[in-house]
């Protein structure tokens, strides 16, 4: 054999060989893509595998806060988990909110939350609403109660009025930000008989009773079971609760669609509800495993009550039974803002129907 001849074959042996190394190095993404996948089914299925993180958007001594730090502890038994519970405050829960929503949509950071999401678009407070979350549970729902100190000059719902429309802006209204329960509260006494108030601002229910009771405030509106020890001490006085009936358990506090007729279309859903969230993106199977423990925690003889003692309606709705409770609450109150001239932003260009 030649030397030509020889180099000619060598050469051709080199070429086929490099072709074979890379359509095997072009086949291992395919090869490798399959495990990978499994993979990840496999580790959520093992979830959760580590502590869960738990934002509370409200602050300590709240409503959400009292509901959150029952039924966490709850859950976590069903997840064989810890769930670590911190309060982020501020701008109407937003900032705690938005910091969920920054993070890794894997069911390791949770969101505990009130009413106040769908209305934030609304009122211009965030770009961010529930749409951009999927609702795990929503745990319970309640009234507001109308309270004032137990020396006010007020002795019912009709002498408050009268004093706000007399004095109009003069009467200082503990409010938790805009677009919280007593803002709302607020909005529909000033709607339906005019009464107007001055808005002082903390970051939740409990700052709130604490400047009520001690002098800082004429007025406040919060959920009945965050005020009713208060209540049942005669620290404060009840006026009455913004619903169309008396709560079963506390009739002696006056319904204010049945004191006053003319609001009984502004208070004909709760007031406010509590839930807990993720992030949308979450697995399938993360959300299940965890709509399941939160169902089991508000089933739980504990919660219920919790419920019972705090005038909490216990719910456990999941899925898309949860998507229409909350669309159906935030039409009507997204349109109670709109039509008492809040909103920055239309609900109509929001999507929002009209109740």
């Known amino acids: 054999m030649g030397i030509k001849k020889f180099r000619c074959i060598a050469l051709l042996l080199a070429l086929c060989c490099l072709m074979i190394v890379g359509c095997g190095e072009a086949q291992k993404p395919q090869q490798d893509a399959q495990p990978h996948e499994g993979k ?82 609304v009122l211009g407070i965030s770009k961010l609403s529930y749409a951009e979350f999927l609702p795990i549970v929503i745990t319970d729902e309640g009234y507001s109660v109308i309270l004032v100190s137990n020396n006010s000059p007020y002795n019912s719902i009709s002498d408050l009025i009268d004093a706000a429309k007399e004095n109009p802006g003069k009467l ?73 009936e008396v709560v079963e358990g506390a009739e002696d506090v006056p319904a204010l669609g049945i004191e006053m007729p003319e609001f009984q279309e502004y208070v004909n859903v709760p007031a406010f509800f509590h839930g807990v969230f993720v992030k949308k993106g979450t697995h399938d199977l993360v959300i299940q495993k965890l709509s399941e423990a939160f169902k089991e925690a508000v089933n739980d003889p504990k919660f219920i009550k919790f419920c019972e003692e705090n005038l909490y309606v216990p719910l456990g709705i999941i899925g898309e039974e949860a998507v229409d409770y909350i669309e159906k609450w935030q039409s009507q109150k997204a349109w109670l803002i709109h039509n008492a001239g809040d909103s920055v932003v239309s609900p109509e260009s929001l999507g929002i129907p009209k109740p």
């Open 40 to 121: 990840q089914i496999e580790e959520e299925s093992d979830y959760p595998n580590r502590p869960i993180n738990g934002i509370i958007a409200w602050g300590a001594g709240g409503a959400t806060d009292v509901v959150s730090r029952m039924i966490g502890p709850l859950a976590e038994e069903q997840l064989g988990n810890p769930i670590i519970l911190s309060n982020m405050t501020g701008a109407t829960g937003s900032i705690g909110t938005q910091f969920v929503y920054d993070q890794k949509a894997d069911g390791y950071t949770l969101l505990f939350n009130a009413e106040n999401p769908p209305l934030y678009p």
């Open 172 to 244: 200082n209204m503990g409010i938790t930000g805009v677009g919280g329960q007593p803002y709302m509260g607020s909005l529909i006494l000033k709607e339906v008989v005019g009464a107007e108030f001055n808005s002082v601002t903390y970051d939740g229910d409990g700052p709130v009773m604490t400047a009520l009771l001690g002098g800082q405030l004429d007025v406040t509106i919060v959920s009945f079971g965050n005020a009713y020890q208060y209540i049942k001490n005669d620290d404060v006085r009840a006026l009455c609760v913004m619903s169309n």
